[in-house]
């Protein structure tokens, strides 16, 4: 039995249904509210009780009381939870402080959302709230207006106070006033509707026959009170009549009244009060303030305020914000915002622009706690005209009356910052499409004081960046031949050969050449990036005698290697004579820059020229050419700073291969010849450099390819000399033998350990060590001898081996150069030549003569070999006797290795040329083949070069080389 109570008593409490309280009247029984006085604290007090009903619809006992909380949560509508709300704070009143907020409580209750029934709880009847202590009221909309007349009587004032309530106003003797909060008229009860009101009723209750003031005590009185008052309620002054025409215009008030807006801080937020100046007095708009002045005879008069124009006033305010319409509702003499919505530049930039436009004076902005932004929108107005070489855009921003500098500006748009520091502190604000637009000026041209100026080689930036408005006449004009001419780049108009040129140039030879003078009629500079061989000296030859005919001043700058001096001096020699060289070498020539212009052509190393800036940069040649300009690809470099300093009309880059390592090679030519064309360097990077080379970004490389395409010409072999015969490329293998292998495994151990045991912080360091590894193990597997530990190494060569076969196999028929990066290795080979008995030429950086050891090549039939250093030969050398290329070491750049199979596969060749390279497999060789042909695209994807890029390798990079 024991467990079945249990079991019962769980049910009942866990089963039973919770008593339902209805929102809406029942049949049989309906939620009233009630209002009664607390019974020991004499406070307002309201309850809600479910009340039972007769069949007839009368009230009964017993009135159950309900808390409002419990029932709150079965409405979602707003006004419903306010009502509940309202009700909650009122239930069990005890307080005897009041505040405005009680008004907006008892505001949600009057409202009454539900419909409910009001009854009043008389006490006499019955100390507890039944059935028959309550008595029925109906409870009015607030009282919205309180009336206080000023009578003047002999030498007192009597003041009265009436209550306006629907439609009718009351003498505050005639009403009973209940609870504070209401007051009673005819079984009506009216909330006072503003917390002010609670308190002048209070006051006035107190004199229940009017408030009496002696007339020694009236101007203080109205001073310190009654003008104060006049801002909460309509105050009647009986004995002050308004002003006559006549008063009104002998007075301070006969003019137009003046509008401001008054800003100050209260704790967070902003109060915005609007005030109209009527002479000297300064009005609230949002208070029933008046105005009183006194004429000459003493005599007082009103002055009648501008409603229309105060209206008018108040209403672009409240067009202004959708908080201020619901806070005319509290009749506060201000509106008022949070700080960060009204400093959001969204509002108060666009409302500080309508108030100016309007003519209101806004005071108290820069006061604002905190506040550093200025309040003016920013006023934008760019002019670009027309100078010598460049595009001048004058830049003007103003915020009022402040202007911001362009160095202003610029550390703005660098920060990415839309304020910009102002002369007077205050931070003037950019609009976000501006931040955009003035960075995109910016690395179009050079910040300067006055602006900005734009190379015209970057035309197209101008016109995509500017309106048309924004240009002047003479700058669409060029912007219109510039687009016209580039625009019909394939028809170039043709020049006559220089009769001065003992050469006949190949078609491709003279579109360089017509390419060139078109650049030049433009004042434009370039790269002439035609593939290894094409006769790229031949071209720059004939436009340098072209020049004779177009400028007086004809002496030119060619900046090139040590090795390809002899070279220049042949060719121009071969081709045109008439040209008079100066050679700058290491003596005292590159001081005497007065003596340049006797000569056409001055012919200088990179060396010299980097010693000598100080006093080449001072001549201001025609044209500076740089030939083989991947030598200035590193901007840091003491080159490529050396050549930014030299002076000329123009400049012309030269090179076969202008990217060798990543797409940042391009800009250092370009930012050479064509300056302004890429931007700053920084642009350049984040722009081109890093989504091309590190993400493979193919619309980047596309958008890089069009904008330099005017000023790059580039063209392959396969493209436009067709009469040269085929390239075959191939790959030895050389397997290496039992001993070479033991060798080569060791040191490939050793260094695997190393790189697993780094970082790529300490790898990128340690660069020297990694390079050192990398060396070690190519040299291996030319041969172990190569290095210093293992000179005694008595096994064989497998490359040796493989090499000396070839030789002996084709040296009767053929003659054949062989490249190594190692000097040591072509030593090895030498001896094996000497002891073969075959006959060799050897170039080397420490060769003296490089003239006669090619000419020896070339012209001696029974030299059948040249065996070549790589970094000495592989650039500069015309070795078309050769048919035979034998590369011993693979490099990790492809380019060196077609520079140097170039050597011989160039224009003069009339034989099939053959390239093959010697590789041991199963070693680091091997995998430095497949890593040139994953990077092998990227300078075709932008110029269509045969040249590849070669990355600083990451330690996944050399853990795949030696694994």
Same mark, same amino acid.
Not at 143 to 152: A, R, S, T
Not at 332 to 361: C, M, V
Not at 891 to 901: D, G, L, R, S
């Given at each position: ?198 308190? !002048?009723?209070? +006051?006035? /209750? @107190?004199?229940?026959?009017? $408030?009496?003031?002696? *007339?020694?005590?009236?101007?203080? %009185? ?91 006033? !108040?209403?672009? +305010?409240? /067009? @202004?914000?959708?908080?201020? $319409?619901?806070?005319? *509702?509290?009749?506060?003499?201000? %509106? ?628």
């Amino acid at each position: 039995m024991a467990e079945l109570d249990v079991l019962k008593n769980f049910q009942e409490q866990i089963l039973q249904q919770e008593k339902f309280t209805p929102l809406k009247d029942s049949p049989h029984q309906k939620l009233i509210v009630v209002l009664k006085q607390h019974r020991f604290y004499k406070q307002l007090c309201i309850e809600l009780y479910n009340a039972a009903t007769t069949k007839a619809g009368k009230l009964k006992n017993p009135l159950t009381i309900v808390n409002p909380l419990d029932i709150v949560w079965k409405t979602n509508e707003p006004d419903e939870l306010k009502f509940f709300s309202g009700v909650a704070r009122f239930q069990n009143n005890a307080t005897a402080s009041k505040s405005a907020a009680d008004i907006d409580a008892l505001k949600a209750v009057i409202k009454n959302p539900l419909t409910l029934s009001f009854f009043y709880h008389n006490p006499e009847l019955s100390k507890n709230v039944v059935a028959g202590s309550i008595v029925p009221v109906k409870v009015g909309w607030a009282v919205n207006d309180l009336q206080l007349f000023v009578n003047k009587k002999q030498d007192v004032y009597e003041l009265s106070l009436e209550i306006k309530a629907g439609g009718t106003a009351y003498d505050l003797n005639d009403v009973e006033v209940k609870h504070d909060y209401f007051v009673l008229i005819k079984d009506n009860l009216y909330l006072l509707g503003k917390f002010d009101y609670v308190q !002048v009723v209070q +006051l006035f /209750k @107190q004199y229940k026959g009017g $408030l009496i003031i002696h *007339e020694a005590k009236y101007k203080e %009185f109205h001073q310190e009170t009654l003008s104060k008052l006049e801002d909460k309620i309509n105050i009647y002054y009986t004995f002050i009549e308004a002003g006559t025409k006549e008063q009104i215009e002998h007075s301070e008030f006969n003019g137009l009244q003046e509008r401001f807006v008054y800003l100050s801080g209260l704790d967070n937020y902003v109060l915005i009060e609007p005030v109209m100046k009527y002479g000297s007095a300064d009005i609230p708009v949002l208070t029933k303030r008046q105005i009183f002045s006194v004429d000459k005879k003493g005599n007082s008069f009103a002055v009648k305020r501008n409603e229309d124009a105060e209206n008018n006033f !108040v209403a672009l +305010l409240l /067009k @202004q914000h959708p908080h201020f $319409l619901e806070q005319l *509702e509290f009749e506060l003499p201000y %509106f008022y915002l949070h700080k960060e919505r009204f400093l959001d530049e969204d509002w108060f930039l666009n409302a500080f622009e309508e108030w100016e436009s309007q003519g209101i004076t806004v005071l108290g902005f820069n006061q604002l706690k905190g506040n550093k932004l200025n309040q003016h929108k920013a006023k934008i107005t760019i002019r670009v005209s027309s100078g010598t070489n460049w595009f001048n855009t004058d830049i003007n921003v103003r915020f009022g009356r402040k202007k911001a500098s362009m160095k202003q500006l610029q550390a703005s748009v660098r920060n990415k910052s839309k304020y910009v520091h102002l002369d007077d502190g205050t931070l003037g604000i950019l609009p976000e499409e501006w931040i955009e637009k003035f960075s995109a000026y910016f690395n179009s041209g050079e910040v300067i004081p006055e602006g900005l100026i734009t190379p015209k080689v970057n035309f197209a930036a101008v016109t995509e960046l500017y309106q048309d408005a924004q240009l002047d006449e003479q700058v669409k004009h060029e912007l219109s031949l510039y687009h016209q001419s580039f625009e019909n780049f394939d028809s170039i108009q043709p020049v006559n050969i220089p009769a001065e040129l003992n050469a006949t140039l190949r078609e491709y030879q003279k579109h360089g050449l017509n390419w060139l003078n078109f650049l030049d009629d433009n004042n434009f500079g370039g790269v002439l990036a035609d593939d290894m061989g094409l006769g790229k000296s031949i071209q720059v030859i004939a436009f340098i005698l072209l020049q004779r005919a177009k400028r007086t001043h004809n002496t030119s700058l060619i900046v090139v290697p040590t090795s390809l001096i002899f070279n220049w001096v042949a060719e121009i020699e071969k081709f045109a004579s008439s040209i008079k060289v100066l050679i700058v070498d290491g003596s005292n020539r590159a001081k005497d820059v007065k003596q340049f212009h006797k000569y056409e052509v001055v012919l200088i190393s990179y060396g010299i020229l980097v010693n000598a800036i100080t006093h080449i940069s001072q001549y201001v040649f025609n044209y500076v050419f740089v030939d083989e300009s991947q030598n200035i690809k590193n901007i840091d470099s003491q080159r490529y700073q050396a050549v930014r300093l030299l002076q000329s009309r123009n400049k012309i880059a030269v090179t076969g291969t202008p990217i060798e390592n990543n797409v940042f090679d391009l800009y250092a030519q370009l930012s050479f010849a064509c300056p302004g064309l890429l931007g700053s360097k920084q642009y350049f990077r984040d722009i081109y450099s890093i989504p091309i080379d590190k993400f493979k970004y193919t619309k980047r490389a596309v958008e890089l390819q069009q904008k330099v395409a005017p000023f790059i010409l580039r063209r392959t072999k396969k493209q436009v000399a067709t009469e040269l015969p085929e390239k075959t490329e191939m790959t030895l293998y050389c397997p290496i033998g039992e001993e070479q292998r033991k060798v080569y495994d060791t040191y490939e151990k050793e260094f695997r350990e190393f790189i697993s045991a780094e970082t790529n912080d300490e790898i990128a360091k340690s660069s020297m060590h990694v390079l050192r590894g990398l060396t070690r193990l190519r040299q291996i597997c030319n041969s172990p001898v190569l290095i210093e530990e293992e000179r005694s190494f008595g096994g064989g060569s497998a490359k040796i081996e493989m090499l000396m076969e070839q030789i002996e196999s084709k040296s009767d028929d053929h003659k054949i150069l062989v490249f190594s990066q190692f000097v040591t290795m072509l030593d090895l080979i030498k001896k094996e030549l000497i002891a073969r008995d075959i006959s060799y030429e050897y170039l080397t950086g420490s060769t003296q003569d490089r003239e006669a050891v090619v000419n020896n090549f070339q012209n001696n039939k029974t030299v059948r070999v040249f065996l070549i250093s790589l970094k000495t030969g592989g650039t500069g050398l015309n070795l078309t006797e050769a048919d035979y290329v034998y590369l011993v070491d693979p490099w990790w750049n492809p380019a060196v290795e077609n520079q140097a199979i170039d050597r011989s596969y160039r224009i003069g060749q009339d034989k099939h040329v053959v390239a093959v390279r010697l590789i041991c497999p199963d070693t680091i060789e091997e995998k430095i083949l497949k890593l040139q042909d994953v990077k092998r695209d990227l300078s075709e994807d932008l110029i269509k070069t045969d040249s590849a890029v070669f990355k600083a390798l990451k330690k996944e990079d050399l853990l795949s080389l030696v694994s």
